[in-house]
């Protein structure tokens, strides 16, 4: 079982910044693909981004690309989530994920491990 933690949430004004963080309890943490989905109230958990466990292969919900970087550090088991230039409809529940089992990784359903999730709260 692995077990993921995420810190960083918390409320912003739009435009501003976050940065996420979701650290995992597995020595294997190199070879699992991760994610980030967020939820908001009252929808589906939606994809946000991607990494493989391939160096460089990023992957991002056409909603973030250019506002939101994903990112790796192995040696830290931990993986990051900067947003930027953030938007009220950015607000939801944001959760990190590992090990993506075929190649629908934009599911949900299709990630194996999950962390509690964190709030974060864009104001206009």
């Known amino acids: 079982q692995v077990r993921l933690v995420e810190s960083g949430g918390g409320l912003v004004q739009a435009g501003g910044s976050l940065r996420l963080s979701c650290t995992a309890s597995t020595r294997s943490f190199s070879s699992y693909s991760l994610g980030w989905f967020r939820q908001a109230p009252g929808r589906e958990r939606e994809f946000v981004a991607r990494?493989?466990?391939?160096?460089?292969?990023?992957y991002y919900a056409d909603s973030v690309k250019g506002r939101f970087t994903i990112s790796r550090d192995n040696d830290k088991n931990t993986v990051y989530l900067q947003m930027n230039s953030l938007k009220p409809e950015d607000t939801a529940v944001y959760y990190c994920?590992?090990?993506?089992?075929?190649?629908?990784?934009?599911?949900?359903?299709?990630?194996?491990?999950w962390g509690q999730g964190t709030q974060v709260t864009v104001s206009s």
């Open positions: 994920a590992a090990n993506a089992r075929g190649s629908a990784w934009t599911s949900a359903a299709a990630w194996e491990f």
């Open positions: 990494i493989s466990y391939t160096p460089g292969l990023v």
